[in-house]
Structure formats: structure tokens, C-alpha cells
């Protein structure tokens, strides 16, 4: 329940700013966003990834597109295939690719 409260306050916050919604795919190489939510991904998969701190509220870097999505969240960097990164939903001022 307490992520829900979390993914609720972090896309209300980001709508409210004028952010719109779309997948980590979206993002341009360097832009940054906020985690909104991890649509679609199975507990497996939603688990790994709030372990390693890709959580609702927190702050991505997309550093890298090809041959990986590498993000920064925080200290950590991590390198995502295009699905993974795809059921990362995030909320960007005007860093999503058209």
C-alpha cells in the first residue's frame, strides 16, 4: 500500500508541474525524469527493479539508448533491456522524444 500512496503523490505532483506521462523508452539520452509507475511488469520484474531502486517519486538519468538503456537513479547506474525499460513509466518536462 505504500508504494500505491507513493506512484499516487509522484503523478499527481508531476501532472500538476505540467509533466506528462509516457515510458522510459520515451526519454531522450540525457534527459531526466521521475518514476511514476511500473506498468505492466510482472511481481518478478517490479521486484527486482524497486530492489535495486527504481521506485516511485525517484529521479532517473537516461545516459545511454543503445545497445542498452543505462539509467542513473541516484549512485546507481543500471543497464536495461528495451522491455524492462519500457514498463518504467516516468514523467518528464520536456525530455520525450516525439
Avoid at 35 to 60: F, I, Q, W
Amino acid at each position: 500500500m505504500h508504494t500505491r500512496r507513493a506512484r499516487q503523490r509522484a503523478g499527481i505532483a508531476a501532472r500538476a508541474a505540467g509533466m506528462s506521462d509516457a515510458p522510459l523508452t520515451r526519454l531522450r539520452t540525457g534527459g531526466r525524469a521521475r518514476v511514476v509507475s511500473l506498468e505492466g511488469a510482472t511481481e518478478r520484474e517490479r521486484s527486482k527493479l524497486m530492489a535495486l531502486g527504481v521506485l516511485p517519486g525517484e529521479e532517473v538519468r537516461l545516459l545511454q539508448r543503445f545497445p542498452s538503456f543505462v539509467i542513473r537513479i541516484g549512485y546507481t547506474q543500471l543497464a536495461l533491456d528495451r522491455e524492462t525499460a519500457a514498463v518504467i513509466v516516468v514523467a518528464s518536462p520536456g525530455h520525450v522524444a516525439g
